[in-house]
């Protein structure tokens, strides 16, 4: 089989699921006839978010900015404290289970507090709550990759007398970043994820988790699902962005070699 | 070679032994709730008495004395009813209810369609960039949305809180469907080679090999839905002035916490309550399920 | 044996009355081990799982402290051998960094002793033309079979040339005939560069065929059985393998495993068999 029939054998079924699935959408609204404002069709979404996009995408932005400013402090600051307690075993192992029961708590509950200790109107509220929900997954991951250079890796060193600095900068560190970008990865969906939530407590007028509740409230439907298709593409750019950082920075890890 | 130590059989435990484990294990966590108290306090005092404003300024409303909170469990948030406490109780099992029939339905259905994709090539090629990709796709967000749409469509009985526990079947049936195929997929080729020398069925190597190979990657894909069901129960009800559950409190609390900080912060304290027991919930069925994992060995 | 290379027969190892005890177990796994290695010495240490002989490979690396007795290397104290970069190891997994192409690899000891980087190219060049893998210098790790893998690790152990290598059932994971390979060309390193060998395995062939000296232990405690002087000629070559007195040595080899082995499980004298 030619490389392009093998091409074409894995995508078609997918291209056909996609082109049946908005065509089954599309024919169930007008059989069933399903209100349209509270389902929109796929086309009419699509040319909402064509026309409405001059406010659309800044208010994306404005979005995009909150998640960001999270996504970096909280990753940043789980690695921070990972590399800090990997220094002391004991306290490693006892504050993972600490870590993986504080990451079922409903971050987002405390949204409406973030809004009380920042003022709800400014991006900070926002940041804040992607900021923690990025933190936990990073400081843990951080934590197994720099716990998990081999024994013999470790012997190794040793028998060079190398010291501890000088093991956690060539064998450590570079045995976890795969783990790292693993959980970049996580984190950059949750934080966009994190700031539109984040704003359904409450934001500024020209957010876009505001603006996708303000329209919902009203029935217009069509933007707010527009508003929903711009803020997952917000968030497909960051895992993208996270992910091609990957493949430049992590070129050995079994995920990311060519074989 | 394996390394030399061949530490011979540990004599000597007695049936004490495991008790005193899980004591110890209730004692870690006091010990620890406590220093987080301890240190919420301290925190407290050395911003008020040196009147830091940053990130944030620290007064009685934005952090409340721990035992404020505490104490609020037990008064009433209104008067002549009954207390916070009890309140928040059956705001939490309203809520609980939904994010486990959600939980249960998503993982039903999506351990079901990972069988059904083990073995068909070609609806994998169909559905599964779609079910990877909806990964991307802040389904937390729609979640008021879908809440306002499915409501009206539901049999009475289950209307108002059968919507929100659609958000937590939907949170949970991407994570368990993937995983569940990964894990499916998993099994040693050679182990399915054996089977195939016995002239096995399609189903017993179903059951005998791929679902027992499948269940550490199913249980990872559980704990994570477990949390996302609680916390898309508590986003699912927030627009549709569903009152009976905890976003609802969360709401209602809100609009009165420059009042009353501490109600607010006891309705974060049972979601959160709400939120680990849930994850405990699947620990402890999966230390029970998958007993021969090695990381599951006494 | 160590006249042959003209070199002096100083001792390069001393090791007096060792004991090492693992406290978790109970485990004594060798017990008043008195052992001298001379300079320019090719020694297997081989016995049954738990003889105690990779035990006694990382005492005298400094990777494990004794509980009692002394181990001497080049005069000084392990501890103080380990500082000085006195050796060379090599495990059983080559342990390369998949993050570093195999000329890194070869250069991350030279890297910690400070070299710089002229220096170091020119030592790995070297090194790589010792195990002829010079074009695969820029390759991964990953990219390489286990013996080439195997052929890297020892070119890293041998990068600052130490006078003494220690080797941790280095071909155990190999398929024989790249093992036999290596052992020609292990042998042919070692004739080049003098160095003192001490190479734990679990193959009588191999000890008998490298050595000259083969210590036996035996387990639970871990003891020194006997000690077989190997006085086949160098270069040893396929041709040696078919001598008598080759087989003679790995029947004296078995004998003394067998003998003191009264500890020994079916299944471990199987392993030993060949």
């Known amino acids: 089989m030619s490389a392009y029939a093998r091409q074409a054998r894995d995508w078609v079924p997918a291209a056909a699921v996609f082109v049946l699935a908005i065509v089954v959408w599309d024919g169930s609204i007008a059989a069933f006839h399903i209100q349209q404002f509270l389902l929109p069709k796929p086309t009419s979404i699509v040319s909402s978010f064509w026309n409405e996009r001059h406010t659309l995408w800044p208010a994306g932005w404005t979005t995009f900015q909150e998640a960001l400013g999270g996504f970096v402090g909280g990753s940043l600051f789980g690695m921070f404290v990972a590399t800090v307690v990997g220094r002391f075993k004991i306290v490693g192992t006892a504050l993972m289970p600490i870590a993986i029961a504080a990451n079922a708590i409903p971050i987002i509950a405390f949204a409406p507090i973030f809004n009380v200790w920042f003022n709800p109107l400014s991006p900070h509220s926002k940041m804040a709550i992607s900021g923690v929900l990025c933190f936990l997954p990073v400081m843990v991951n951080t934590l197994r990759g720099l716990q998990s250079a081999s024994p013999r890796q470790i012997e190794l060193m040793r028998s060079y007398a190398a010291s501890d600095l000088e093991i956690w900068r060539r064998v450590r560190v570079p045995t976890a970043l795969p783990f790292v970008f693993t959980s970049l990865k996580v984190a950059s969906v949750l934080a966009m994820i994190g700031a539109v939530v984040g704003e359904y407590f409450g934001g500024s007028f020209n957010a876009l988790g505001v603006l996708i509740r303000s329209k919902a409230q009203v029935f217009q439907f069509e933007t707010a699902w527009a508003g929903i298709l711009v803020a997952s593409l917000l968030g497909i750019a960051l895992y993208a962005a996270v992910a091609v950082t990957e493949r430049f920075v992590v070129r050995w890890a079994p995920e990311t070699r060519d074989s | ?298 | 044996m160590s006249a042959e290379h003209g070199t002096p027969e100083r001792s390069v190892v001393e090791i007096k009355s060792l004991t090492k005890t693992f406290p978790r177990g109970h485990v004594t796994a060798l017990q008043e081990i008195d052992l001298d290695l001379r300079a320019g010495e090719f020694v297997s240490l081989i016995g049954p799982s738990g003889c105690g002989k990779s035990t006694l490979l990382r005492v005298i690396g400094d990777l494990i402290e004794p509980t009692a007795g002394s181990v001497t290397v080049n005069g000084k104290t392990a501890k103080r051998a380990r500082a000085d970069h006195d050796y060379g190891i090599v495990f059983q997994d080559a342990v390369l960094f998949d993050w570093r192409s195999v000329s890194k690899n070869i250069g991350l000891p030279l890297e910690l002793l400070g070299w710089d980087r002229a220096r170091r190219k020119a030592r790995v060049e070297e090194m790589l033309e010792l195990v002829e893998l010079t074009s695969f210098a820029d390759h991964n790790p990953w990219q390489l079979s286990g013996g080439m893998q195997q052929r890297v690790a020892i070119a890293r152990a041998l990068a600052f040339e130490p006078a003494l290598l220690l080797m941790d059932e280095p071909f155990g994971a190999l398929d024989e005939m790249t093992r036999e390979r290596l052992n020609l060309e292990l042998l042919s390193i070692w004739q080049q560069l003098r160095s003192t060998v001490v190479f734990v395995t679990h193959s009588i062939s191999e000890a008998v065929f490298l050595s000259t000296r083969v210590v036996v232990m035996s387990p639970r405690p871990g003891r020194i059985a006997g000690i077989v002087d190997v006085d086949l000629p160098y270069p040893r070559t396929v041709e040696t393998r078919e001598a008598p007195r080759y087989f003679e040595l790995v029947t004296q080899v078995r004998e003394l495993l067998r003998s003191r082995g009264e500890h020994l499980l079916p299944e471990e004298e199987a392993a030993l068999a060949e």
């Open chain 2, 1 to 298: 070679m394996t390394q030399v130590a061949i530490a011979s059989p540990s004599r000597g435990r007695s049936f004490g032994a495991p008790a005193a484990r899980a004591l110890g294990r209730v004692a870690a966590v006091v010990v620890l709730l406590l220093v987080l108290v301890a240190l919420w306090e301290l925190y407290r005092w050395v911003w008020t008495s040196r009147g830091w404003t940053w990130p944030f300024l620290v007064n009685d409303t934005s952090m409340p004395h721990v035992w404020t909170i505490l104490k609020a469990f037990g008064e009433p948030a209104q008067a002549n009813q009954p207390s916070l406490g009890s309140i928040l109780f059956h705001k939490s099992l309203f809520t609980a209810k939904e994010a486990a029939a959600g939980f249960a339905l998503g993982a039903v259905v999506g351990f079901a369609l990972g069988i059904v994709l083990v073995h068909s090539r070609f609806l994998q090629r169909g559905f599964l960039p779609y079910i990877v990709a909806s990964q991307t796709i802040p389904i937390l967000a729609i979640a008021p949305m879908v809440v306002i749409w499915v409501n009206p469509k539901l049999p009475a009985s289950l209307q108002g809180w059968g919507s929100v526990a659609v958000i937590a079947a939907y949170l949970t049936f991407f994570p368990v469907t993937i995983n569940t195929l990964r894990g499916l997929q998993s099994a040693d080729p050679r182990a399915l080679d054996l089977m195939r020398t016995y002239a096995a069925s399609r189903w017993t190597v179903l059951w005998k090999l791929r679902v027992p190979t499948s269940l550490p990657y199913v249980f990872a894909a559980l704990k994570i839905a477990a949390t996302a069901s609680v916390v898309g129960a508590i986003i699912g009800e927030l627009p549709s002035g569903l009152q009976s559950g905890l976003g609802g409190a969360i709401l209602n609390f809100n609009q009165y916490y420059s009042f009353e900080p501490q109600e607010l912060w006891a309705t974060n304290i049972a979601a959160a309550g709400v939120g680990i027991l849930f994850f405990g919930a699947v620990v402890v069925t999966e230390r029970l399920v998958v007993r021969r994992a090695p990381e599951n060995v006494a």
